[in-house]
């Protein structure tokens, strides 16, 4: 079964059509990525994945269940599609502690033993556990891209949307963030859809990706075209 099934996916802001007929499929436990320029709709479409972006048209099921455009997330759907950001600043309320960051979504859901549950979310990131008392701006953007993550793990999602998770970061945190994702994929059995513009964190971390240009999806690669770097092409 597919994770997500994408087909003839459009979105259009006013008059411009910026995702015009994207269609792809991210099988179970897989890494599916999307390469293209900026502004050729990789935010867009996963913003529409994770339920953000409710006006789109064409079709998408999630975990073989048809979501209609309009749809308000709630529920397992809710908790099954998270999303992280492609900036790790914007992302975190400022005024928030990061327990009250990581407390909430599990009392929205009515998790129990929430301080057992986020400092066992703080640790999972490599975080100490009395980070919880700081805020956003007394972290590094490495820490807060930790944090954003446990964030999106606390409620144990099929699928992670993962937007640039690591292009804010310099290359030695970034290669611990990504080392530290796929750490975590192997733990929970998840799924990811990686949005990156570099090349290498494609080949490292993709099962398959594509290619995306003006909103449309040129190409797909599979891990053996990968591997010879054929998405490096263009
Ligand atoms: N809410 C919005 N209203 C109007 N236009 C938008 C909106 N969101 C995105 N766009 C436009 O849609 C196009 C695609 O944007 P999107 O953010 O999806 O690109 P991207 O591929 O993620 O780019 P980048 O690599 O820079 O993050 C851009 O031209 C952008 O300006
Ligand atoms: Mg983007």
């Given amino acids: 079964m597919s994770i997500v099934n994408l087909a003839q996916l459009q979105v259009t802001f006013g008059e411009k059509t ?25 935010s867009t479409l996963l913003r529409v994945l994770a339920g953000l972006q409710r006006e789109w048209q064409g079709q998408l099921s999630l975990f073989g269940q048809p979501v209609k455009a309009g749809t308000r997330y709630q529920g397992a759907l809710r908790r099954n599609v998270q999303m992280v950001f492609q900036d790790p600043y914007a992302s975190l309320h400022p005024n928030h502690t990061l327990w009250r960051t990581l407390a909430e979504p599990l009392k929205i859901h009515g998790e129990p033993e929430i301080d ?22 007394q972290l590094s953007g490495g820490q807060r891209q930790r ?3 446990a964030r999106a793990l ?22 611990e963030i990504l080392n530290l994702l796929n750490r975590l994929k192997q733990q929970h059995g998840m799924s990811y859809l990686l949005v ?6 494609i080949a490292h971390m993709s099962d398959r990706a594509a290619s995306m240009a003006n909103g449309v999806i040129e190409r797909f690669f599979d891990r053996s075209a990968l591997v010879r770097g054929e998405h490096r092409m263009g």
């Fill in 154 to 175: 606390l409620l144990r999602p099929k699928i992670l949307l993962l937007d640039e998770p690591t292009s804010a970061l310099d290359m030695s945190v970034q290669a």
């Fill in 18 to 42: 910026v995702v015009k007929g994207a269609s792809l499929r991210v099988e179970e436990g897989e890494t599916f990525s999307l390469i293209g320029a900026s502004g050729c709709g990789k």
């Fill in 116 to 137: 057992q549950q986020v400092a066992t979310a703080l640790e999972q990131v490599g975080l100490p556990v009395d980070a919880a008392r700081r805020y956003p701006h």
């Fill in 196 to 201: 990156s513009h570099d090349a290498d964190v």
């Fill in 147 to 149: 944090v954003a993550i």
